[in-house]
């Protein structure tokens, strides 16, 4: 069986420190729902979080 993953959107956002607490929740609540939630820093500018939703 083949794992496949779609990213739904992208989105930058200024980063702040408790961003992960967000994603970390998502990911709880809506795992069931076939979501995946991704958060990193802009390897361009570390002030800039990348927030990705992803469908599994």
């Known amino acids: 069986m083949e794992s496949r993953i779609e990213i739904v959107n992208t989105v930058k956002i ?30 361009d500018d570390q002030e800039t979080a990348v927030f990705t939703i992803y469908r599994t």
């Not at 702040?16 to 802009?42: H, S």
């Open 14 to 43: 200024k980063h702040q420190p408790d961003l992960y607490k967000i994603v970390d929740a998502l990911n709880r609540t809506l795992k069931e729902d076939d979501l995946m939630f991704g958060l990193a820093l802009d390897p």
